[in-house]
DNA sequence: CGGTCACGAGAT
DNA sequence: ATCTCGTGACCG
């Protein structure tokens, strides 16, 4: 299925200023941008300080709450909920309205990744932290035509169930295209997981975002996006993912941004072409996200590692191999096996053994 | 790894 | 009769 808009849709008098299709042709403005933007923001704090005026914190902080303003609110401050929730293995704000996170938050190792704890053994349910009201519901997502796409993984957290179980809940989830969550970012997960391998913290943040479009007939730009379900559940357009790694000293050494479609991304794409600089994902997202980040000699991820997201042979043979290990019976083992001379796969040594290894298992437990 | 869907048992 | 839940087949 061909992608017709890779961009964001941005135009020329657009007020952002970092264009999709500038970045693809403009191979070092990549980095640059992000790097300029990096140290412009570092400037800024070095400028102006971490005791700067913090407009955020109006209503909390030292100014005075009048008679007056006790009386307009007299009935109460409208409650949105919790502004932040806590889970074993993640944190996440979530937005009741749109019933999906607006950012989640996670900070895993290698050891997050190994374990037992398997997806089979959890199931899909509603944020029991979550007022009914405003919840989402399985029954929004099945046969809408859109995936629930989990925010923080499952995959990243097979050291615990119970931590698994939290990334069911449905405030961790947002509907997702399926060729999308099964492909482009599910490799892009990988690649966040395999990252662990080099450095022992990886901070990684997740979240939808709505991006207006240009409509042609008027020249205006709108948002537009579905809502499924009773319960109109949001379908955000794009996903973000910020991706932070530390050495080990807990310092971070690198960084990248990322905006993808929430549409199906072919093989044909690399990582890079949906970096962007942190500001162009804070000013859409309307949030600083690392307000305590001291920036300084972060370099781009993409330049310290590579972004290469798995190719398509070794995706591939990435789901065989996982097949032929979770084969029950000999049929199984051998529908998997078959799929490699299907698409014309070569084994490596690795899934011959696990092969073999299967073979005279199952052979034996069905033998006899 | 990431998912959906079909199906049958058991409860309502 | 209809819904919920667990299981297993299937797909990228």
């Known amino acids: 299925m061909p992608r017709p808009e890779l961009s964001l849709n941005f135009n020329p008098q657009s ?34 300080g971490e005791d700067k005026p913090d407009l955020g914190q109006q209503d909390t902080g030292d100014k005075q709450v009048s008679p007056f303003h006790r009386d307009v609110l007299k009935y109460g401050s409208p409650d949105q909920g919790p502004s932040v929730r806590y889970y074993g293995n993640h944190v996440l704000s979530y937005n009741q309205a749109h019933k999906i996170p607006n950012w989640v938050i996670e ?25 009914e009201l405003f919840t989402a519901s399985n029954s929004d997502y099945l046969g809408s035509g859109w995936s629930r796409g989990h925010m923080a993984p499952a995959g990243d957290n097979k050291h615990d169930e119970q931590h698994m179980a939290e990334t069911f809940y449905l405030s961790n989830i947002l509907p997702q295209n399926l060729d999308n969550n099964a492909g482009f970012w599910n490799r892009f997960e990988i690649y966040c997981r395999k990252l662990t391998e080099k450095y022992p913290n990886v901070r990684i943040y997740s979240g939808p975002l709505f991006i207006a ?67 162009d994902l804070e000013r859409r997202a309307g949030a600083r996200f690392l307000p305590k980040m001291n920036v300084n000699h ?35 083992l051998q529908k998997a096996w078959n799929e490699l001379s299907q698409k014309s796969l070569e084994p490596d040594e690795y899934i011959k053994r696990k092969y073999k290894e299967k073979y005279d298992e199952l052979s034996k437990k069905e033998g006899g």
């Open 213 to 279: 479009k240009r409509n042609e007939e008027d020249g205006k730009k709108y948002v537009k996006y579905e809502v499924i379900g009773q319960n109109e559940v949001a379908v955000p357009t794009h996903l973000f993912k910020i991706v932070i790694v530390e050495n080990a000293k807990n310092n971070p050494v690198a960084m990248g941004t990322f905006i993808v479609p929430n549409e199906p991304i072919s093989f044909q794409h690399h990582l890079k072409e949906f970096q962007v600089p942190l500001m």
């Open 298 to 332: 972060v370099q781009d991820l993409c330049q310290v590692e590579t972004c290469d997201l798995m190719k398509k042979t070794e995706f591939d043979l990435y789901f065989i191999g996982r097949r032929i290990n979770n084969a029950t019976n000999l049929n199984q």
């Open 107 to 131: 900070k895993i190792s290698a050891e997050n990744t190994k374990g037992k704890a398997n997806r089979k053994n959890v199931k899909f349910k509603p944020d029991p932290g979550v007022e």
């Open 15 to 48: 007020p952002f200023p970092v264009l999709f299709k500038e970045m693809r042709g403009f191979l070092g403005g990549v980095v640059a941008g992000t790097l300029s933007s990096i140290v412009a923001f570092g400037s800024y704090k070095i400028l102006f």
